[in-house]
């Protein structure tokens, strides 16, 4: 069996991308988004995180958290998440999923990938890289022609900041997307 190393460092800033299971775009009904936003906030109450940047898409999502210094476990956090969300949403869907012998013995419910994608964040050239790379990505997939556009996401917080101008990575002012990053 392949063994997977996380890095957990007290206080970090981490990247993370979710993905669904078999890329099922349930995230495009206002009932998956609302279980997932219930869910967040279910683990946030007592596993606390600073959200920095977010993205929901419809069959995936990345953000930046900054861990606490008390409590750098972040897949903890990410199984509560899954697994709240999949309890609440499967319920309220009444969905039946396909599974497979090694789901059922993992507990796994058939909506998310088994695992998920974490990067340290190394400095703020880093941090702004993956910052801009989460905010872009519903023009990457062609979903909206700009972030403005795009309605789940942190990009309309850090517009009223003052960080990004209104139409940045639309036509007028293009974001340099050199596709460093896999999904």
């Given at each position: 069996?392949?063994?997977?190393?996380r890095i957990y460092i007290p206080g970090s800033y981490?990247?993370?991308?979710?993905?669904?299971?078999?890329?099922?775009?349930?995230?495009?009904?206002?009932?998956?988004?609302?279980?997932?936003?219930?869910?967040?906030?279910?683990?946030?109450?007592?596993?606390?995180?600073?959200?920095?940047?977010?993205?929901?898409?419809?069959?995936?999502?990345?953000?930046?958290?900054?861990?606490?210094?008390?409590?750098?476990?972040?897949?903890?956090?990410?199984?509560?998440?899954?697994?709240?969300?999949?309890?609440?949403?499967?319920?309220?869907?009444?969905?039946?999923?396909?599974?497979?012998?090694?789901?059922?013995?993992?507990?796994?419910?058939?909506?998310?990938?088994?695992?998920?994608?974490?990067?340290?964040?190394?400095?703020?050239?880093?941090?702004?890289?993956?910052?801009?790379?989460?905010?872009?990505?519903?023009?990457?997939?062609?979903?909206?022609?700009?972030?403005?556009?795009?309605?789940?996401?942190?990009?309309?917080?850090?517009?009223?900041?003052?960080?990004?101008?209104?139409?940045?990575?639309?036509?007028?002012?293009?974001?340099?997307?050199?596709?460093?990053?896999?999904?």
């Amino acid at each position: 069996m392949t063994q997977y190393r996380r890095i957990y460092i007290p206080g970090s800033y981490m990247f993370f991308t979710v993905v669904t299971y078999n890329r099922q775009k349930f995230f495009v009904t206002d009932q998956a988004r609302q279980c997932f936003k219930s869910a967040w906030r279910f683990v946030l109450k007592n596993h606390p995180f600073q959200l920095i940047a977010f993205v929901l898409l419809p069959d995936h999502l990345h953000c930046i958290w900054k861990l606490p210094v008390s409590d750098p476990d972040f897949s903890i956090r990410w199984g509560k998440i899954k697994r709240h969300f999949s309890q609440h949403y499967l319920k309220s869907k009444q969905v039946t999923t396909n599974l497979t012998k090694s789901m059922i013995k993992r507990h796994e419910k058939g909506l998310w990938q088994r695992r998920f994608w974490d990067h340290v964040i190394r400095d703020s050239r880093d941090l702004e890289k993956h910052f801009h790379y989460i905010h872009y990505n519903p023009v990457k997939h062609g979903l909206v022609k700009s972030p403005k556009d795009w309605h789940w996401s942190t990009f309309h917080k850090y517009v009223r900041m003052g960080f990004y101008e209104t139409d940045w990575g639309s036509d007028r002012i293009r974001y340099d997307n050199n596709d460093e990053f896999g999904e």
